[in-house]
């Protein structure tokens, strides 16, 4: 064995770690380096992905938006890629848009955004590394609003039907099958005695109100809408020189036109010509359009009421007199009942199949509305009083404290057209209508307040791509909780956008516009639309 001491260059290099030292230094600060570097263009670079997150945030939204609006995919998309860009502020600036699924994709519901950069690495160029590449992904998904501040104090009325049922002459009630989509049929039995008068047909639509928030029910099976005599069915006597009564459409809009009332006869000639009475008139001439066709022109009247039935009355031929011959139901657009149909009006046996047809409101038809006080009866925005909101459990009036601190009077009516109600109201809670007329030039100066010079009609707010302007106005949706009349309690269901057009007549009760899909935002939302009308949102969820 060699000795150290023996070997004078081995017992040196033992005994001097002069040199091993500077090497250790000169490797760990080597490291140290390149982790600085690293640690540089790692902040650097999360930065700018926070910068893009950012980005694609307010993309994701703003594409989302245009969805709610009904834009096209690539209007989506390229409003997204516009917000993307106005939002890329330094050290994103620069970002691009990745316009291929499914990082960057429109679905019926939800808009997904990915942007991107190359961030440019400064330190790491000494390991041969130009940039780094930064992704950020976002996604907005549609959801609805189950609470809304700033209504107007009024109210459009919808019947949620959970039963709808048809009595003829007075007979028990059969209830109809409910066929989807709106429609409820089935075969109602009528008398087979002949008759010189028609039988009436009555129609009730039982909304899904079964119980009151604090659980108790005056009503199992809905609050019911009656409309007394929608239709008259006839069983004609077997000598009746009258063969067959009807009318084009048994069911009109106040004001909307004519209806064409045609009467077949046995025989044909100046004797067979009828007579007949309608709206209080006996003057419509009858025309003979074919040997024993007889047809005659009847204005279909304007109403302040949010329905009312006509008779078809009188009806004369030879010696012969029907009465009661047809009804013709006359609503305003928003009445919840759109259609009544028999299958046959004349009755060839023992029982007609009846079709009823509920309202179904659409977005971007233009509706000529009515608001009148008096109760949920009259109007179409029916007139509520802000000052009685029932949050649940609570519903009764007066027994149970309001939601909010305001005073019921007709001042609170006039000022919240003006200005937006400062209040939440909530899906689910109860309002009670107006009483008395509240139309007229209060309500004129209140909304051309509220408007302060907005003179944009629909169109030119469409085409600008749907501004902030005063015109939209949010409205409860409300079904009845009781049958009452006057001042009725009506629960919340649901929320509308409505937007009015100039040239309305305020002080004259005509309140022109559109309902509009449209968003909101609000904190009271849910994943699930509600039935009819809704105010919709957007929110940011985690990407998919």
């Not at 997150?53 to 993309?59: H, T, V």
């Not at 499914?102 to 961030?119: C, H, I, L, M, R």
């Amino acid at each position: 064995m060699i000795e150290m001491s023996s070997v004078p260059w081995l017992r040196k290099l033992a005994h001097d770690d002069d040199g091993v030292s500077a090497t250790v230094v000169a490797i760990t600060l080597s490291l140290l380096v390149i982790m600085a570097a690293f640690a540089v263009d790692i902040g650097y670079a999360y930065s700018v992905r926070r910068q893009l997150q950012s980005a694609a945030d307010a993309a994701a939204l703003a594409g989302c938006r245009e969805l709610i609006a009904g834009a096209s995919d690539a209007r989506v998309l390229s409003v997204a890629e516009e917000y993307a860009q106005r939002n890329a502020r330094p050290p994103a600036d620069g970002l691009a848009m990745r316009m291929e699924p499914p990082d960057t994709e429109v679905g019926a519901d939800y808009v997904q955004v990915t942007v991107e950069k190359q961030a440019p690495a400064f330190f790491s160029r000494i390991m041969g590394r130009e940039d780094i590449p930064v992704a950020a992904t976002a996604r907005a998904e549609v959801a609805y609003l189950t609470g809304l501040r700033g209504v107007v104090p009024w109210s459009v009325p919808v019947i949620h039907a959970s039963r709808i049922a048809v009595r003829v002459a007075g007979g028990p009630e059969v209830a109809l099958t409910d066929m989807g989509g709106g429609v409820w049929r089935g075969a109602v039995p009528v008398p087979t005695t002949p008759s010189t008068s028609g039988y009436q047909v009555d129609v009730i639509a039982y909304n899904d109100q079964t119980a009151y928030p604090d659980g108790t029910s005056e009503y199992p099976n809905g609050v019911p809408e009656p409309v007394e005599g929608a239709a008259r069915v006839l069983v004609l006597p077997a000598d009746s020189p009258i063969l067959d009564v009807s009318l084009d459409r048994y069911v009109a809009t106040s004001g909307s036109g004519s209806v064409r009332l045609t009467v077949r006869t046995v025989g044909s000639g100046k004797g067979y010509e009828p007579s007949v009475r309608f709206d209080g008139k006996s003057n419509w001439k009858f025309t003979e359009t074919s040997p024993g066709v007889w047809q005659t022109i009847l204005t279909v009247p304007s109403i302040d009421k949010i329905k009312t039935v006509f008779l078809v009355d009188d009806l004369k031929v030879d010696k012969t007199t029907l009465n009661s011959v047809a009804a013709l139901l006359v609503r305003r657009p928003t009445y919840p009942i759109a259609d009544v149909i028999l299958d046959d009006y004349i009755s060839p046996g023992s029982a007609v199949q009846v079709t009823v047809r509920l309202n179904d409101y659409q977005y971007g038809v233009q509706y000529p509305l009515k608001v009148v006080g008096g109760g949920a009866e009259v109007g179409n925005f029916c007139a509520i009083d802000l000052a009685t909101i029932k949050h649940p459990p609570n519903w009764r009036n007066p027994q149970d404290p309001s939601e909010y601190p305001i005073k019921s009077s007709t001042t609170n009516y006039y000022l919240y057209l003006a200005e937006p109600f400062p209040y939440v109201i909530h899906i689910g809670d109860t309002i009670w209508t107006e009483t008395g007329n509240l139309s007229g030039p209060k309500t004129e100066d209140a909304l051309k307040a509220r408007f302060a010079g907005d003179t944009l009609t629909f169109a030119q707010w469409e085409a600008l791509g749907r501004p902030p302007t005063r015109r939209v106005v949010y409205v409860p949706v409300m079904e009845k909780m009781q049958y009452v009349t006057g001042q009725t309690p009506l629960r919340v269901v649901s929320f509308a956008a409505f937007f009015i057009e100039p040239g309305s007549d305020l002080s004259g009760e005509a309140i022109i516009g559109r309902f509009i899909e449209y968003a909101s935002p609000s904190d009271a939302i849910s994943d699930t639309p509600p039935d009819g009308l809704y105010i919709e949102t957007v929110r940011l969820v985690t990407p998919q």
